[in-house]
């Protein structure tokens, strides 16, 4: 199977950046594309990012233009950039994968970015 791990996350002001990472392991060979998810408190997690491998990103229209997905295939890891942070992107912020030949679907184990002044 496949471990997704994150690392990135925290505190900044609004109009700052962060970058948020989701390192693979195990049976990497299968995975072919990874979400991002976030969710705010009280709210229902959703899709905010989709980077498929060789393939295009997909960003919902509130984070468009200021997260950026992007695949460092060496170090089997995806980033998400975010730039211009605003308070209600205030959240959990999560990765899951995407695998061939499987109904497993890995998920990261979640990274707070609290966006504050």
């Known amino acids: 199977q496949v471990q997704l791990v994150q690392s990135g996350g925290g505190l900044v002001q609004p109009g700052g950046s962060l970058t948020l990472s989701c390192a693979a392991s195990?049976?990497?060979?299968?995975?072919?594309?990874v979400g991002w998810y976030r969710q705010a408190p009280g709210k229902q997690r959703e899709l905010i990012a989709r980077l498929a491998f060789g393939g295009d990103a997909y960003y919902i229209d509130s984070v468009k233009g200021r997260f950026t997905s992007s695949r460092d295939s060496a170090e089997n890891t995806v980033y998400l950039k975010m730039d211009n942070l605003k308070p209600e992107d205030t959240a959990v912020y999560y990765c899951?994968?995407?695998?061939?030949?499987?109904?497993?679907?890995?998920w990261g184990q979640g990274t707070q970015v609290i966006v504050s002044s």
């Open positions: 195990g049976s990497i060979s299968r995975l072919y594309a």
């Open positions: 899951n994968g995407a695998l061939a030949n499987t109904d497993f679907v890995p």
